[in-house]
């Protein structure tokens, strides 16, 4: 017997000897948004206890607006209108865009179909909301033919033209504490961007090593998006400069993208195998949750748009496809509780002690059973030796663990 089979032996004794785990620390519940009578529906953004984005009814796009049950849809769309969307919301406001005929207008709600103010600038082509925060707008209006990054405070005449000189076009993707987070194109490259208000304040993200990259998020300190490095589509997190991205890919994604910020969490989808799967992360590569596993069998892919936070309350808005009905759904996934990343603690309860045996071995032996009895809990807990995987060169490492309390 090899010592290590012998400490695994070891390991299933203690188990006999201490018998049941407590339950996991938080928890997770999912709630279809799409209201029955359309033909599909998406949840793009996320605010507090609302959700925003659009329901398509009769081959139309209606901006649609939600409070965490599909029986709470209201239709945003407003009167003679052809087609509207929502994409972005802040508050009780809702940011999107609205077409009379072939032109879709930058337009700002306030939770019911005829409050729509219209931010559409003069002269521009069209134009539309993207991003919200603290009472301004952001987005993008294109003007003289060029597609430009923009800002507005709450009216048509207050839009601030961000794009930067040279650039081919440029959009604002998500704005928080006075930043505004996107990309710009200059010479034939996607660069991740970053602003404070001003065409001036135009920061480059793009890393050197990346062939494009895209910010999608941003909550005032970091942003998020992704970058194209080594063949991967990388989801990604910058503090404020293009050096200082980390890689959030999960080790078997092909491809990944951050979309949404709240606090320290970071709300996209992994592609893995062959489906793209609705993803949260906690600022690390191993701190990945695999959101699109807590869905019903019938979803056969899904992605994460938008996020909120609300205490220990974490909102997911995204959407899937439902292979019964055939159509794309708005979802929205609710966690209770805390996300704990702490190293042996595998039942995810705060605590690195006896009860983790149970739930270690289960890790070991039935990986998918283990991910749906705990399954607000990563890679990271489990990962004794930081190794980046989790295999039997865990053991000895989770003993020590065990033996002190608290991974060493
Ligand atoms: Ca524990
Ligand atoms: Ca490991």
Redesign the pocket.
């Known amino acids: 017997m090899s010592a290590r089979s012998f400490i695994s032996v070891a390991v299933i004794a203690a188990v006999t000897a201490f018998g049941t785990s407590r339950p996991a620390h938080g928890s997770w519940t999912v709630t279809i948004l799409h209201p029955s009578h359309t033909t599909y529906s998406l949840a793009e953004a996320a605010s507090g206890v609302q959700q925003a984005g659009f329901v398509v009814s009769e081959q139309r796009a209606h901006a649609a607006l939600w409070s965490g049950t599909a029986e709470s849809w209201i239709d945003l769309h407003p009167a003679g209108a052809t087609e509207s969307g929502a994409s972005a919301a802040s508050g009780m406001q809702q940011g999107g865009s609205i077409s009379w005929g072939q032109r879709w207008r930058a337009a700002l709600w306030s939770g019911t179909a005829d409050s729509w103010i219209d931010l559409h600038p003069a002269g521009a082509t069209w134009s539309d909301i993207r991003a919200m925060s603290d009472g301004q707008q952001a987005g993008i209006a294109e003007v003289a033919g060029v597609i430009r990054a923009s800002l507005w405070s709450g009216t048509a005449d207050s839009w601030v033209d961000l794009h930067p000189a040279g650039a081919a076009w440029s959009s604002v993707q998500a704005m928080n504490g006075g930043q505004q987070a996107g990309c710009v194109e200059v010479a034939g490259v996607t660069r991740a961007s970053l602003w404070s208000g001003t065409a001036d304040s135009w920061i480059d993200l793009h890393p050197v090593e990346a062939g494009h990259s895209v910010a999608r998020a941003t909550n005032g300190t970091q942003q998020a998006g992704f970058v194209f490095v080594n063949g991967v589509y990388r989801a990604c997190l910058w503090s404020g400069t293009a050096a200082s991205w980390v890689d959030l890919n999960p080790a078997e994604s092909g491809m990944s993208e951050v979309m949404a910020v709240s606090g320290g969490r970071q709300a996209g989808f992994a592609h893995v195998g062959t489906v793209n799967r609705a993803s949260l992360w906690s600022g690390t590569a191993d701190s990945w949750i695999d959101l699109h596993a807590l869905l019903p069998p019938e979803y056969s892919y899904s992605f994460a748009h938008g996020i909120s936070s609300d205490g220990d309350v974490l909102r997911i808005t995204g959407y899937g496809l439902n292979t019964l009905t055939g159509r794309d759904e708005a979802l929205l996934w609710t966690h209770t509780g805390a996300i704990v990343l702490l190293r042996g603690d595998l039942n995810c309860d705060g605590a690195v002690n006896n009860f983790d045996i149970d739930p270690f071995v289960l890790a070991l032996s039935d990986p998918a059973l283990y991910q749906a009895r705990y399954p607000s809990c990563t890679l990271h807990n489990r ?9 039997n ?2 053991i000895e ?1 989770f003993l020590a663990c065990l033996e002190s309390f608290g991974c060493p």
Not at 383 to 391: I, S
């Open positions: 990962d004794c030796n930081g190794d980046g995987v989790f295999n060169f865990d490492p």
